[in-house]
């Protein structure tokens, strides 16, 4: 079933200039980006994305690292794409995500006051819609 995921390339790849090796990672598994664009994200936006960790300890500190410079948000398009790119992304933790995804290979830091790990993928058709209206809306 052809469903819509909404993709972030956070602060932490930008920076690293790792833009282009995750959106290529994304095409090379088959799917399309249909939207695109970078901003750096208002905190308004950053708090209707992470609703579902406010109140926990690690909810400011990745509220203040995902505004802290420009992020890259993607609509990405593709058969089941929502649990694909979960797949080729990996789990949160970059030490150990497995080595043969994006964060398993190209990610590292991580500790309870540093959330980086490069790429946020949308958890389920509900999220997807919902965050796509947030960033794209
Ligand atoms: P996900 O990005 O793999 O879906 P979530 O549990 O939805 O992971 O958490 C959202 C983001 O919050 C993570 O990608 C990571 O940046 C950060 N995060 C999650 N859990 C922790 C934690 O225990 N300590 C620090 N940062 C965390
Ligand atoms: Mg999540």
Request: with cysteine.
């Amino acid at each position: 079933m052809t469903e819509r995921s909404l993709v972030l390339v956070k602060p932490d790849g930008v920076e690293r200039n790792l833009i282009g090796a995750v959106l290529s990672r994304i095409e090379t598994k088959g799917y399309r980006i249909a939207e695109l664009r970078m901003l750096t994200p208002s905190r308004e936006i950053l708090e209707q994305h992470y609703a579902e960790h406010a109140g926990k300890p690690f909810f400011e500190p990745l509220v203040r690292f995902m505004g802290s410079g420009p992020v890259v948000a993607a609509v990405i398009e593709g058969d089941r794409c929502i649990e694909g790119l979960r797949t080729i992304m990996g789990p949160s933790e970059p030490t150990t995500a497995p080595a043969g995804t994006i964060r398993g290979d190209l990610g590292r830091d991580w500790g309870e006051d540093v959330q980086k790990n490069l790429v946020h993928g949308s958890d389920s058709p509900e999220s997807a819609q919902r965050e796509i209206g947030i960033w794209f809306g």
